[in-house]
């Protein structure tokens, strides 16, 4: 399998549930991404993982809780969700992450799409 | 404030003509621009960038315009295909970055037969 694979596809959970989203990675990139994208917004970068560091928060509530085991998984651990967390959160990947690294975008997964009822 | 802003939601063309994307920025710092095609239940994918010293980069039936002082690029993709009916989504950063990247809402585009 290539690219980047994102499991479940679809999650419907209580707000008093825990769940978590799986992201793997096959492309020997460096770099892990979080993005949300909620109806009518732009995407949203949640939290980046360099060479399995964190390095990005964008002030995401503590109720998403990402994890980084290496530099091909990423997972995003998900607790006492509200129903406006409701989006399709979407996991990329790049060869490198900081400045200057134009020959390096984004591959994205196909995405969780999540409904917090 | 969002700092990319795609004004068109959508956008519909005939097969065989030209579409044309627009997207405005408010961030006189960034200085490299990308666009995303996404399909339905598929993730973004990427499509083509230019870096602020260009202003036009291409690559084969896609072509991105960059005009600084106005802060506006376009994509202008000719001729038109139906496979091309997707959302179309604009990205920018500051100092190069290819992954610090700051989104527009998106343009969704078909392509008529």
């Known amino acids: 399998e290539t690219g980047v694979t994102q499991t479940p596809r679809h999650l419907v959970m209580g707000m008093t549930n825990k769940k978590s989203l799986k992201c793997e990675q096959h492309l020997g990139h460096n770099a892990m991404y979080w993005y949300k994208q909620s109806a009518k917004k732009p995407l949203e970068l949640m939290f980046v993982?360099?060479?399995?560091?964190?390095?990005e928060n964008n002030s995401v509530p503590s109720r998403f809780s990402p994890e980084c085991p290496n530099s091909s998984h990423l997972f995003l651990h998900l607790h006492t969700l509200q129903p406006e967390d409701s989006a399709l959160y979407l996991c990329?990947?790049?060869?490198?992450?900081?400045?200057?690294?134009?020959?390096?975008?984004?591959?994205f997964g196909n995405g969780t799409r999540l409904t917090v009822t | 404030d969002q700092q990319v802003k795609q004004n068109s939601p959508s956008l519909s063309v005939q097969e065989g003509r030209i579409s044309i994307l627009n997207c405005d920025y408010t961030n006189s710092m960034f200085d490299y621009f990308l666009w995303y095609k996404k399909y339905p239940a598929e993730g973004p994918t990427f499509l083509i960038s230019?870096?602020?010293?260009?202003d036009k980069n291409e690559d084969g039936r896609f072509t991105v315009f960059l005009n600084k002082s106005a802060k506006h690029l376009s994509l202008h993709i000719v001729p038109s295909q139906p496979g091309d009916s997707a959302v179309y989504f604009c990205a920018a950063s500051a100092k190069g970055g290819a992954n610090n990247l700051f989104f527009g809402t998106g343009t969704r585009l078909t392509v008529i037969p």
């Open positions: 230019i870096s602020s010293i260009k």
């Open positions: 990329a990947s790049s060869q490198d992450w900081g400045v200057r690294t134009y020959n390096s975008p984004l591959h």
């Open positions: 993982y360099n060479f399995k560091e964190q390095t």
